[in-house]
């Protein structure tokens, strides 16, 4: 069965939709429950249930593509198509009343090459009202309290010396922290935003760089289109395309390869 691009962005958008009827009840909740998985981070009741919340609209609406979740692992092994589900990013945010949060929807398939390409994307943080998504050819977008969309372009900063770069935090870098360090010492402005929105603030032309040393697919699916659907590149920081390298590098464009030989010492 094949779908267009069209109807897997609309459905994503209800994914995103059915999320955040979740989160945003359990948001600052007094009952909040809040677990400790074997990678020593938290999970709350609301990761899980809206995980299970957006599985079971994807079983019903798109029963032969694969699903890649953060709490519930993969199913459809295999699959020519599979959607990569983040039901908070932003986890610890989350549980301590910080509005930094977002579920984070992408849908990747699988080319003839047999290289993997991230096709529609959504990044939903309702606690921010807002919402940014893109789908393959079609731009990227941002929505402010449920506003008209509009459509978002990177910035046009071609130096280093000009350019604002958003971070999480120096945890994580190992070897390249020193080299990391140095690039921060050498832009215009730095500021730890983290997690989505550094990323989200690239796509907007507000941000020039945001880098992060250590992701999982989840955590970079969604980000990975919308910062290229809006002119600019998503690689891992060692400047391979895509959001399957471990780490997360967002640019313009302009200044990405000068931004990758920094933080490899070249």
């Known amino acids: 069965m094949s779908f267009t691009r069209g109807n897997d962005l609309?459905?994503?958008?209800?994914?995103?939709?059915?999320?955040?009827?979740?989160?945003?009840?359990?948001?600052?909740?007094?009952?909040?429950?809040?677990?400790?998985?074997?990678?020593?981070?938290?999970?709350?009741?609301?990761?899980k249930a809206s995980e299970e919340a957006i599985r079971a609209l994807l079983k019903s609406h798109r029963p032969e593509d694969?699903?890649?979740?953060?709490?519930?692992?993969?199913?459809?092994?295999?699959?020519?198509?599979?959607?990569?589900?983040?039901?908070?990013?932003?986890?610890?945010?989350?549980?301590?009343?910080?509005?930094?949060?977002?579920?984070?929807?992408?849908?990747?398939?699988?080319q003839s090459d047999g290289s993997e390409v991230v096709v529609v994307g959504v990044v939903s943080a309702p606690a921010l009202f807002r919402r940014w998504y893109a789908s393959e050819g079609n731009g990227a977008f941002v929505m402010v309290n449920k506003s008209a969309p509009k459509k978002i372009s990177v910035s046009q900063v071609?130096?280093?010396?000009?350019?604002?770069?958003?971070?999480s935090d120096f945890n994580?870098?190992?070897?390249?922290?020193?080299?990391?360090?140095?690039?921060?010492?050498?832009a215009w402005r730095t500021r730890g935003i983290g997690d989505f929105w550094s990323h989200m603030l690239v796509a907007e032309g507000a941000?020039?760089?945001?880098?992060?040393?250590?992701?999982?697919?989840?955590d970079m699916a969604a980000?990975?289109?919308?910062?290229?659907?809006?002119?600019?590149?998503?690689?891992?920081?060692?400047?391979?395309?895509?959001?399957?390298?471990?780490?997360?590098l967002s640019t313009n464009s302009l200044i990405h390869r000068e931004i990758v030989e920094k933080l490899n010492g070249r």
């Not at 289109?225 to 395309?241: L, Y």
């Open 158 to 167: 071609s130096e280093i010396k000009d350019a604002s770069i958003s971070y």
């Open 207 to 218: 941000v020039d760089v945001a880098a992060e040393p250590s992701l999982a697919i989840w």
């Open 10 to 47: 609309a459905l994503a958008m209800r994914l995103a939709d059915a999320a955040d009827s979740i989160t945003l009840t359990r948001y600052q909740s007094i009952d909040l429950q809040v677990t400790t998985k074997p990678d020593n981070t938290p999970v709350t009741d609301a990761d």
């Open 223 to 248: 980000l990975d289109i919308i910062v290229r659907e809006a002119g600019g590149r998503f690689t891992n920081v060692a400047g391979v395309d895509g959001s399957l390298g471990g780490s997360g």
């Open 172 to 186: 994580g870098w190992g070897e390249r922290l020193a080299p990391f360090q140095d690039l921060l010492t050498s």
């Open 66 to 110: 694969g699903i890649v979740g953060e709490e519930f692992g993969t199913d459809g092994v295999g699959a020519k198509r599979y959607w990569v589900i983040d039901p908070i990013d932003g986890t610890k945010n989350f549980l301590r009343g910080v509005p930094t949060w977002a579920t984070l929807i992408g849908l990747i398939e699988k």
